[in-house]
């Protein structure tokens, strides 16, 4: 007969040589393997953005089949799943491989991503992402760079900025690592682009070099190097054309050194025979839209070497020759024209001297779009209770209940048995008190705040609308939220694409991207989908 100690050790054993059949069946039924993943730009990122995540995936044995999401959890620590109706359909036989490009916001300074397989409501295979917590400030300068040797790295390290404006960098090594929609560059502040590169620019697909070019259109900022491959980036036929800031000329060695001398405060070894059979070759334009920032020669020759322009909406910073060039790679003052062309907004260099300090500041967020969250907030016939008057009907609910209570049965000679109908009839009064008041301050109706701004480009028929909604409801409920929009049947280009999404809200405060706040309590997910034709119907 067994002891109590056999017994138990017979117990553990048998767990243990059945945990491993266990781990194999479940292993064996699982429907995905995750194999790669990559966030960003070279796994670089900013908190609060829309973000390009490439899943590169593994069916298992029985296959895969259902709709491949990404979850990621907002402002308010509220799990927000992205699902594209297109890109995210999974139908995949055993053992196949695929790769999905699909678009996501990034969640706050500690939220990672989670990649889901469903199917008819079903979770069939789950798994947070290596890597994915923000690595960047929302409020960050993001420049991105690809793999040609330009400087910028070498330039960032000489700009001086507050910790949490600093300038940061990523260079991705291949086509592959950039989105093909444009909403994918919303956290990059500046992308730099190098025509010498031509390998690079040549393997982008039709679709990444359309989201570049609608990105800068719309609003981004491009630092685009054109020095030899200027003939062919500004005809007609190349996608590049509507970047450049006037009319092409021809391509020719650089022929004077007074202007970059002047302007980096360094000589250039023109004098040294290699540089004169290797000099850098410069673009030529006439017509230029902009201000020529830097010229050949001190005083304007036409033949400027940097032009700042805008394109649409947003700048184009064109420099007329190639950075990278290899007589310019020892030269030190290379350094100092990058960091000058990483700075040539007014807003840049307040940023990097911090000779003034933001003077709008409340509830912890210093930035523009905290206060304007704030204004969102203020509803009309709607007063948010604070916590003094919390504190006041609780202090005065306690008196009420024990000391009140034991005054008035002793006033009137009652028994103490009462309070066994005085303690319920005080604490239902309370209720309907706090009802009342409830009702006054909150309202009894959901109520909408709406902010729509809209820009307007005429001369390239440029329009970009940006719409913010406060939705406010008395009463905890869920809420289904679509936002359409009428596309006016007009002699322009149709609408190109958006998101309706949480808004990401930059500092350290409450609620904040920089907040470290958890989840208090389990909060359910809402669906954050792709938009659809029927939602802009044609007018």
């Known amino acids: 007969m067994l002891s109590f100690r056999q017994l138990t050790l017979a117990i553990c054993l048998a767990l243990s040589l059945h945990a491993p059949h266990l781990s194999a069946a479940d292993a064996s039924s699982t429907p995905l393997t995750l194999k790669d993943s990559k966030i960003g730009f070279a796994g670089k990122f900013k908190a609060g953005f829309w973000q390009p995540v490439w899943l590169t995936v593994v069916a298992g044995p029985s296959g895969a089949r259902g709709t491949l999401e990404l979850i990621v959890a907002d402002g308010d620590q509220t799990p927000a799943v992205f699902r594209d109706n297109d890109r995210g359909l999974l139908d995949i036989a055993a053992g196949t491989e695929k790769t999905i490009l699909l678009y996501c ?77 444009w909403w994918g560059y919303e956290g990059v502040n500046r992308l730099a682009l190098a025509t010498s590169d031509t390998s690079f620019l040549n ?71 290699n540089f004169q059979r290797n000099r850098p070759y410069i673009t030529r334009l006439k017509n230029i839209r902009g201000e020529a920032l830097l010229d050949e020669v001190t005083s304007a020759t036409g033949r400027p070497l940097a032009i700042q322009s805008t394109a649409g909406l947003g ?15 020892t030269w030190k003052g290379r350094t100092r024209l990058v960091a ?35 204004a969102l907030g203020q509803f009309p016939g709607v007063s948010l209770v604070n916590f003094t008057t919390v504190s006041v009907l609780t202090l005065l609910y306690l008196l009420i209940i ?24 005080v604490a239902l009064g309370m209720i309907v008190l ?65 998101w309706l999404t949480w808004q990401g809200l930059p ?30 119907p044609q007018l």
């Open 402 to 425: 024990g000391p009140g209570d034991y005054l008035l049965l002793s006033k009137l000679n009652l028994p103490r048995q009462i309070t066994w109908l005085t303690f319920p009839a």
């Open 105 to 181: 916001q990034s969640g706050p300074a500690t939220a990672p991503i989670t990649a889901r397989l469903s199917h008819d409501g079903k979770t069939l295979w789950t798994q947070t992402l290596p890597n994915s917590i923000p690595p960047h400030r929302s409020t960050q300068d993001f420049v991105v760079t690809h793999r040609t040797t330009n400087g910028i790295d070498e330039a960032i390290k000489t700009i001086r900025r507050p910790a949490d404006t600093a300038l940061a960098t990523s260079r991705v090594t291949s086509a592959n690592e950039l989105p093909d929609r």
């Open 434 to 498: 706090t009802s009342l008041l409830g009702h006054q301050f909150h309202g009894r109706q959901q109520r909408l705040n709406q902010v729509e701004i809209i820009d307007i480009d005429l001369k390239q028929h440029v329009v970009r609308g940006t719409a913010w909604f406060n939705l406010y409801s008395p009463a905890t409920t869920r809420f289904d939220i679509s936002f359409g929009m009428l596309q006016l049947d007009l002699k322009s280009k149709p609408f190109e694409g958006g």
């Open 315 to 329: 700048q184009i910073t064109f420099v007329a020759l190639d950075l990278n060039h290899p007589s310019l790679e």
């Open 203 to 273: 393997s982008l697909t039709t679709d990444q070099q359309q989201a570049i070019t609608q990105w800068v259109l719309l609003g981004g900022r491009l630092i685009f190097c054109v020095g030899r491959e200027g003939e062919s980036i500004a005809k007609s036929s190349s996608p590049w054309a509507p970047l450049i800031p006037g009319d092409f000329v021809e391509t020719d060695p650089l022929r004077e050194r007074s202007g970059l001398e002047i302007f980096t405060k360094s000589e250039l070894p023109f004098d040294d025979p």
């Open 507 to 536: 500092g350290d405060a409450l609620g904040g991207l920089e907040s470290h706040q958890p989840a208090l309590a389990h909060r359910h997910e809402y669906l954050v989908s792709s938009p659809t034709e029927k939602f802009f």
């Open 340 to 374: 000058s062309l990483l700075q040539i907004t007014p807003a840049d260099r307040d940023q990097s001297e911090h000779t003034t300090h933001v003077g709008i500041k409340q509830l912890g967020y210093d930035d523009l779009i905290g206060q304007f969250r704030v």
